[in-house]
């Protein structure tokens, strides 16, 4: 177990010099249109607060959120910047702390899409994130539950 985590804490902290000094580009976020349809976006928000958001809760707010709840070795110099780096980058593209629909810098079709293409190519969560939270994975069950939700959203929408 001490060498897993000596491992893994090695692993972690050369990501971390890894991914100082690297700039991201910054991306405007646009407004939103607003629906002609408030019946469809209510549905869809009750459907995802109900159904998907536990999940998400679970798998993507530390990164995608204002509750963030923050590993044991986020105080480590280095790390500490890598994950706040991560966090910030995170919600600059998706924000998830208001429910549905995101704040993002793109549409709310295109905020779902992404994220069925990001399940699909299991680019999300990140795997250097997935090494130390495993719980971060989500089940078969977890991923048709949110496709689902998509599909009804994008019909709806």
Not at 108 to 118: F, G, S
Request: hydrophobic share 35%; proline share 6%; net charge positive.
């Amino acid at each position: 177990m001490m060498l897993k985590l000596f491992i893994s804490f090695i692993v972690l902290f050369n990501l971390c010099l890894a991914h100082e000094g690297k700039k991201h580009p910054r991306v405007p976020i646009k407004p939103r249109a607003q629906s002609s349809d408030n019946f469809s976006d209510q549905k869809i928000n009750e459907d995802y607060v109900k159904n998907i958001k536990p999940i998400f809760e679970r798998a993507c707010f530390d990164c995608h959120s204002n509750k963030t709840v923050y590993p044991w070795y986020h105080k480590i110099p280095g790390i500490k910047h890598l994950i706040e780096s991560d966090i910030k980058e995170g919600k600059k593209h998706l924000d998830m702390s208001l429910d549905f629909p995101f704040k993002s810098h793109t549409t709310p079709r295109e905020d779902l899409e992404a994220i069925e293409n990001a399940i699909t190519n299991n680019t999300m969560p990140p795997q250097r994130y997935k090494m130390l939270h495993w719980n971060s994975k989500l089940s078969q069950e977890e991923k048709d539950k949110i496709f689902e939700w998509i599909l009804f959203s994008l019909i709806n929408l």
